[in-house]
Protein backbone atom coordinates (compact mmCIF):
# COMPACT_ATOMS: atom_id res chain seq x y z
CA UNK A 1 0.00 0.00 0.00
CA UNK A 2 1.37 3.50 -0.81
CA UNK A 3 0.90 5.89 2.22
CA UNK A 4 2.70 8.59 0.42
CA UNK A 5 1.32 10.16 -2.89
CA UNK A 6 4.25 11.83 -5.07
CA UNK A 7 3.53 15.28 -5.73
CA UNK A 8 3.31 15.89 -9.65
CA UNK A 9 5.83 18.84 -9.51
CA UNK A 10 7.94 16.50 -7.91
CA UNK A 11 8.14 14.79 -10.60
CA UNK A 12 8.81 17.49 -12.92
CA UNK A 13 11.48 18.51 -10.61
CA UNK A 14 13.16 15.32 -10.91
CA UNK A 15 12.74 15.55 -14.76
CA UNK A 16 14.67 18.93 -14.88
CA UNK A 17 17.05 17.58 -12.83
CA UNK A 18 17.98 13.97 -14.91
CA UNK A 19 18.20 16.59 -17.98
CA UNK A 20 20.57 19.08 -16.13
CA UNK A 21 22.48 16.01 -15.53
CA UNK A 22 22.58 14.42 -19.02
CA UNK A 23 23.23 18.00 -20.49
CA UNK A 24 26.34 18.29 -18.02
CA UNK A 25 28.53 15.23 -20.29
CA UNK A 26 29.44 13.00 -17.46
CA UNK A 27 26.65 10.70 -18.00
CA UNK A 28 26.22 8.79 -21.15
CA UNK A 29 27.65 8.58 -24.57
CA UNK A 30 27.56 11.91 -26.93
CA UNK A 31 24.67 9.63 -28.93
CA UNK A 32 22.87 9.05 -26.28
CA UNK A 33 22.77 12.75 -24.63
CA UNK A 34 22.03 14.58 -28.46
CA UNK A 35 18.71 11.64 -29.32
CA UNK A 36 17.57 10.64 -26.01
CA UNK A 37 14.75 11.35 -24.70
CA UNK A 38 13.88 12.05 -21.15
CA UNK A 39 10.58 10.80 -20.03
CA UNK A 40 8.68 11.57 -16.84
CA UNK A 41 9.99 10.80 -13.32
CA UNK A 42 8.57 7.67 -11.99
CA UNK A 43 7.81 7.22 -8.51
CA UNK A 44 9.95 4.00 -6.63
CA UNK A 45 7.64 3.18 -3.62
CA UNK A 46 9.42 1.52 -0.82
CA UNK A 47 8.35 -1.04 1.46
CA UNK A 48 5.94 0.28 4.00
CA UNK A 49 4.74 2.81 1.13
CA UNK A 50 6.85 5.44 1.56
CA UNK A 51 8.72 7.43 -1.47
CA UNK A 52 12.18 5.69 -1.79
CA UNK A 53 13.22 7.50 -4.84
CA UNK A 54 12.56 8.46 -9.11
CA UNK A 55 12.96 7.08 -11.80
CA UNK A 56 13.71 8.67 -14.80
CA UNK A 57 14.05 6.84 -18.25
CA UNK A 58 15.57 7.93 -21.16
CA UNK A 59 14.84 6.36 -24.35
CA UNK A 60 15.91 6.56 -28.20
CA UNK A 61 13.48 5.71 -30.30
CA UNK A 62 11.33 2.36 -28.84
CA UNK A 63 14.40 1.72 -26.87
CA UNK A 64 15.12 1.75 -22.58
CA UNK A 65 18.62 3.27 -23.19
CA UNK A 66 19.38 4.08 -19.39
CA UNK A 67 17.69 5.68 -16.74
CA UNK A 68 18.93 8.40 -13.52
CA UNK A 69 17.39 7.18 -9.86
CA UNK A 70 17.12 9.99 -8.09
CA UNK A 71 17.04 10.58 -4.48
CA UNK A 72 13.90 12.45 -3.33
CA UNK A 73 16.03 15.21 -1.91
CA UNK A 74 17.29 15.42 -6.11
CA UNK A 75 20.64 13.59 -4.89
CA UNK A 76 22.00 11.56 -7.21
CA UNK A 77 21.67 7.57 -6.54
CA UNK A 78 22.65 6.16 -9.77
CA UNK A 79 23.01 6.46 -13.51
CA UNK A 80 22.85 2.93 -15.36
CA UNK A 81 22.65 2.61 -19.25
CA UNK A 82 21.61 -0.59 -21.10
CA UNK A 83 23.98 0.07 -23.90
CA UNK A 84 26.60 -2.50 -24.43
CA UNK A 85 29.28 -0.01 -26.30
CA UNK A 86 29.12 3.72 -27.01
CA UNK A 87 26.58 4.58 -29.62
CA UNK A 88 24.38 1.32 -29.57
CA UNK A 89 20.95 0.65 -29.05
CA UNK A 90 20.60 -2.24 -30.49
CA UNK A 91 20.97 -4.27 -27.28
CA UNK A 92 18.88 -2.26 -25.40
CA UNK A 93 15.32 -3.45 -24.20
CA UNK A 94 12.33 -2.43 -25.77
CA UNK A 95 11.03 0.33 -23.48
CA UNK A 96 7.27 -0.85 -23.30
CA UNK A 97 8.63 -4.11 -21.45
CA UNK A 98 9.61 -2.13 -19.17
CA UNK A 99 7.88 1.14 -18.57
CA UNK A 100 3.87 0.44 -19.97
CA UNK A 101 1.88 0.20 -16.98
CA UNK A 102 -0.68 -1.54 -19.17
CA UNK A 103 2.11 -4.30 -20.85
CA UNK A 104 3.45 -4.55 -16.74
CA UNK A 105 -0.39 -5.18 -16.13
CA UNK A 106 -0.59 -7.98 -18.59
CA UNK A 107 2.16 -9.62 -17.54
CA UNK A 108 0.96 -10.63 -14.29
CA UNK A 109 -1.93 -12.77 -15.59
CA UNK A 110 -0.05 -15.75 -15.52
CA UNK A 111 0.33 -15.38 -11.39
CA UNK A 112 -3.19 -14.42 -11.03
CA UNK A 113 -5.90 -16.29 -9.18
CA UNK A 114 -9.05 -16.94 -10.67
CA UNK A 115 -10.51 -15.09 -7.75
CA UNK A 116 -8.07 -11.92 -8.25
CA UNK A 117 -8.26 -9.15 -9.55
CA UNK A 118 -4.89 -7.06 -11.02
CA UNK A 119 -4.45 -3.57 -9.63
CA UNK A 120 -2.92 -0.82 -10.75
CA UNK A 121 1.35 -1.52 -10.80
CA UNK A 122 3.80 0.82 -9.48
CA UNK A 123 7.64 1.06 -8.93
CA UNK A 124 9.31 -0.43 -5.86
CA UNK A 125 12.23 -2.99 -5.42
CA UNK A 126 13.20 -6.33 -5.30
CA UNK A 127 15.10 -6.48 -1.34
CA UNK A 128 17.69 -4.05 -2.36
CA UNK A 129 16.68 -0.11 -4.25
CA UNK A 130 19.05 -1.39 -6.74
CA UNK A 131 16.68 -3.79 -8.09
CA UNK A 132 13.79 -1.83 -9.46
CA UNK A 133 10.61 -3.69 -10.46
CA UNK A 134 7.25 -3.30 -10.75
CA UNK A 135 4.68 -4.33 -8.35
CA UNK A 136 1.44 -5.47 -9.40
CA UNK A 137 -1.08 -5.72 -6.55
CA UNK A 138 -3.68 -8.64 -7.21
CA UNK A 139 -6.69 -8.36 -5.29
CA UNK A 140 -9.05 -11.33 -3.62
CA UNK A 141 -12.36 -10.94 -3.76
CA UNK A 142 -12.40 -10.63 0.15
CA UNK A 143 -10.14 -7.74 0.08
CA UNK A 144 -6.52 -9.62 0.42
CA UNK A 145 -3.87 -7.96 -1.42
CA UNK A 146 -0.60 -9.98 -2.93
CA UNK A 147 2.21 -8.51 -5.41
CA UNK A 148 3.51 -9.55 -8.26
CA UNK A 149 6.77 -8.37 -9.32
CA UNK A 150 7.38 -7.52 -13.06
CA UNK A 151 10.78 -6.49 -14.70
CA UNK A 152 11.09 -6.73 -18.64
CA UNK A 153 9.02 -9.96 -19.77
CA UNK A 154 9.41 -11.81 -16.60
CA UNK A 155 6.94 -11.75 -13.59
CA UNK A 156 7.55 -13.53 -10.39
CA UNK A 157 6.51 -13.57 -6.73
CA UNK A 158 8.62 -11.49 -3.90
CA UNK A 159 10.66 -13.27 -1.63
CA UNK A 160 8.67 -14.26 1.77
CA UNK A 161 8.56 -10.51 4.28
CA UNK A 162 10.12 -9.21 0.75
CA UNK A 163 6.87 -7.60 -0.76
CA UNK A 164 5.65 -3.72 -0.52
CA UNK A 165 1.81 -4.57 1.03
Known amino acids: MINQTPKANDARRMRKLARQLLAGGIFADEPLRRSGTLLQALPVIAPGGKLHSWLVPITVGDRLAAFFQLLPDGVLMRFSSFQRRPGEIAGCPIAADWLDPTLIKARVEIKRGIDEKAA ?22 GGEVRHVYVTGETAFEPSPGESVG
Open 120 to 141: EPFLTYDRTPDRIVWAVPLVKS
